[in-house]
């Protein structure tokens, strides 16, 4: 079963040093990421996402590979090349894998401007091992929404919210 974990912070720099944290500890294999969202809410008051993957670039390569196979069978690979990569990046826009861009929007709306919050979905993590590696951001994150067992978000809650021994 999935988890979210959304957690604030007051600037954006720590939000995206803790993304950087949660991709070390999934090279180590102490927790698989299914989506892991940057949002953050400029001093205009814009709300972005910062994706780790992007869908639309990515459906233009592909789109644009398979397209240009189709291509070769009808003897023009320019023509299926440009048309499938247009098809791919279409479909890269139109899709949504992971957590609900809408529901990242809306959230990312509360965020007070100049700040940003981390999104997170997991599939399976080691939850004492990770908690106590992001010990580093003790003091400088707010827990705004877990799916987590309550024994786990009280851990995560103390290790972020706490103020560093």
Known sequence: MSELIVVAFNDQATAFAMRAELVA???EYLLEMEDVVIVTRAIDNTVQLHQAANLTAMGALSGGFWGMVIGMIFLN?????VVGAGAGALSGTVTDIGINDAFMRDLGKTLTPGTAAVFLLTRK???DKVVSRLGAF????????????????ASLRAALEAKPA
């Not at 690979?77 to 090349?81: R, S």
């Not at 003790?138 to 978000?153: F, M, N, P, R």
């Open 125 to 127: 993590f080691t939850a």
């Open 138 to 153: 003790s003091a400088k994150g707010h827990v705004l929404q877990t799916s987590l067992s309550h024994d786990d978000e």
């Open 77 to 81: 690979p320019l023509l299926g090349a």
């Open 25 to 27: 500890l999934q090279k």
